[in-house]
């Protein structure tokens, strides 16, 4: 059993940064392969970003490339979405999951990971 937890959101005008972090309490962090999450109002939740166990494989959608960069520190046990040039299209509850290594690919659906974080909010203002 792996418990998430995220931190990090907040209110930010377009241009701006934030990074959220998502810290795992439970088994093995490295065994397992992070993403992150976001769902607007009236939207499907969708894959922004993910890394693989030991930090070395990273995804970004094509929406945020450029702009957003998962990473993580196993140490730690935790893993960040480094977020720049936020755009109000940004503004989502957002939800890191993690799966296990042996399952993970890199632009998988939300379906196929097994843990899950409660989310924080982002709002970017024009």
């Known amino acids: 059993q792996v418990q998430l937890v995220e931190s990090g959101g907040g209110s930010v005008q377009a241009g701006g940064s934030l990074r959220l972090s998502c810290v795992a309490f439970?088994?093995?962090?490295?065994?397992?392969?992070m993403g992150w999450f976001r769902q607007a109002p009236g939207k499907d939740r969708e894959l922004v970003a993910s890394?693989?166990?030991?930090?070395?494989?990273?995804y970004s959608a094509d929406s945020v490339k450029g702009r957003f960069t998962a990473s993580r520190d196993n140490a730690k046990n935790t893993v960040y979405l480094q977020m720049n040039s936020l755009e109000p299209e940004d503004t989502a509850v957002y939800y890191c999951?993690?799966?296990?290594?042996?399952?993970?690919?890199?632009?998988?659906?939300?379906?196929?990971?097994?843990?899950w974080g409660q989310g924080t909010q982002v709002t970017v203002s024009s």
């Open positions: 999951a993690a799966v296990a290594t042996s399952r993970w690919q890199a632009r998988m659906a939300e379906g196929l990971y097994d843990y």
């Open positions: 890394i693989s166990g030991g930090g070395g494989v990273r």
């Open positions: 439970g088994r093995t962090f490295s065994s397992y392969a």
